[in-house]
């Protein structure tokens, strides 16, 4: 077990080069939310075992699978963030902290404990499908952002804007564009509205939390 660690740790690490900072943004969701999912699948070990290792199954196969699942990094979060705490449960590790003051990620705690280092030995493949698979979820991103801001009744609204609301698990980037499906919180001279989606709002492709111009279509048909 503690080299299926060693082994995830070389990978990740890899990974973590390649993100930079997002790799932050990642551990983070491990943290809330993976931490959420592993108290829903503790309960749900003592309720029904059958149902458990049926949960676990799926989390892993996602987790295995080259799709365009493993983009999404927030719901891949949830379940690797889940997985690392089962893990830590079964190697005896004493990682849990009080929710304040405690700011470490669970993942960084863990490795800590386990003085991981990474396996030289290991070689790494570089997937030709993930690339695929990039190009396939950008071409996807361009299209929904071309559907609104292309559509002949699209309404353009400009001022100075903020973020103060949307659906994580429903929202693409590209470039200095966020396409946003359902809604969007935005506020302008401390006054906050919800627009409902799909929405478009247009940044300067540094700070996202601020823009200066967003698109809109009432139409129903458009996704």
Excluded at 94 to 123: C, Q, T, V, W
Excluded at 125 to 147: A, G, M, P, R, W
Excluded at 168 to 195: A, C, Q, W
Aim: net charge negative; glycine share 4%.
């Amino acid at each position: 077990m503690h080299k299926l660690f060693i082994d995830f740790e070389t990978i990740r690490n890899k990974r973590f080069e390649l993100i930079g900072e997002d790799r932050t943004y990642e551990k983070s969701i491990e943290t809330v939310e993976g931490t959420a999912e592993y108290v829903k699948l503790k309960a749900l070990y003592i309720l029904n075992q059958y149902s458990y290792e049926k949960q676990v199954s799926v989390m892993v196969s996602r987790l295995n699978s080259i799709g365009l699942d493993l983009l999404d990094t927030r719901t891949i979060a949830y379940y690797s963030g889940a997985l690392v705490c089962l893990l830590a449960d079964e190697l005896n590790l004493n990682y849990k902290r009080p929710i304040a003051p405690n700011l470490d990620f669970n993942y960084d705690l863990i490795g800590s404990l386990l003085k991981m280092e990474m396996n030289s030995e290991m070689e790494i493949s570089q997937y030709t499908e993930i690339h695929d698979l990039i190009l396939e979820n950008d071409k996807s991103t361009i299209q929904c952002v071309k559907d609104i801001i292309e559509n002949e009744n699209v309404a353009v609204i400009e001022g100075d804007f903020q973020v103060k609301g949307y659906d994580p698990m429903n929202m693409k980037r590209i470039d200095k564009y966020v396409y946003h499906k359902h809604f969007l919180g935005i506020s302008k001279d401390d006054v906050t509205e919800f627009v409902l989606g799909p929405t478009v709002i247009e940044t300067d492709g540094k700070d996202f939390k601020r823009f200066f111009r967003y698109y809109r279509v009432d139409d129903e048909n458009v996704s």
